[in-house]
């Protein structure tokens, strides 16, 4: 079993719709957990951290349920600019800063 | 900051033939990370390096690999038989090295070996 899953998508969505990706992950003891975003052809990129009271940026809402080992990404009134591939990330405890990352979830937005 | 710097950005190789991939983490970074990117395995964590010391190796596939990080500024990844099945993106990332801090990504190397 990977240590952390997502759904490969694609998730094809129109402009303005709202899109939810969710990612498990395997290791109870991990620490800290992230959405990255990748472009075509680019490097990863934080989009952002998920904390556990579950945390909001613009559009972007991320949430982390530690009893079940998942972690979501919703994104509201999606736009063409947020076409990418999403990626969640977690980091593995004892006292390092190991992180792992998940194959990505692609998304496409259309017009 | 110049961020995370990898050279070369496109390596284009003959079966057999020895690959170096190199890598300059940020300034400051004392974590760094190797990453494979392909489209079949997504993003595999080869070998991750904390105060220039490998602290978990087990990504790397087989011997062929090897890495190395000499001083704070500067790694390799060592590529030697390279085969066909080596083709790939390969990524650096560098970080603060406490639990919870983000990691910058270099541009990647595009590795084709034919």
């Known amino acids: 079993r990977k240590e952390v899953e997502q759904d490969p998508g694609p998730f094809n969505v129109p402009e303005g719709a709202t899109v939810a990706f969710n990612c498990t992950y395997s290791n109870s003891a991990s620490q800290s957990f992230f959405w990255y975003r990748q472009d075509c052809r680019k490097e990863p990129k934080l989009l952002m951290s998920?904390?556990?009271s579950g945390n909001e940026d613009g559009r972007f809402t991320a949430q982390l349920n530690r009893a079940s080992q998942y972690i979501s990404l919703l994104i509201r009134d999606s736009k063409l600019s947020d076409s990418a591939t999403y990626l969640c990330v977690v980091s593995t405890s004892g006292g390092y800063n190991k992180l792992i990352f998940g194959a990505g979830t692609r998304l496409a937005v259309h017009p | 900051d110049a961020g995370v710097i990898q050279s070369p950005r496109h390596e284009v190789t003959e079966m057999g033939q020895e690959v170096t991939l190199r890598c300059k983490p940020i300034?400051?970074?004392?974590?760094l990370f190797w990453y494979r990117q392909t489209m079949m395995r997504g993003l595999e964590l080869l070998i991750y390096?904390?105060?220039?010391?490998?602290?978990?190796d087990s990504g790397m596939p087989e011997d062929r690999f090897s890495a190395k990080m000499p001083n704070a500024s500067f790694s390799t990844l060592k590529i030697q038989p390279s085969e066909p099945r080596d083709s790939a993106v390969y990524f650096c990332?560098?970080?603060?090295?406490?639990?919870?801090?983000?990691?910058?990504f270099g541009q990647g190397t595009r590795l084709t070996v034919v």
């Open positions: 390096f904390n105060n220039n010391v490998p602290i978990d």
């Open positions: 998920v904390y556990s």
């Open positions: 300034s400051g970074h004392n974590s």
């Open positions: 990332a560098s970080s603060k090295g406490q639990p919870g801090t983000e990691a910058f």
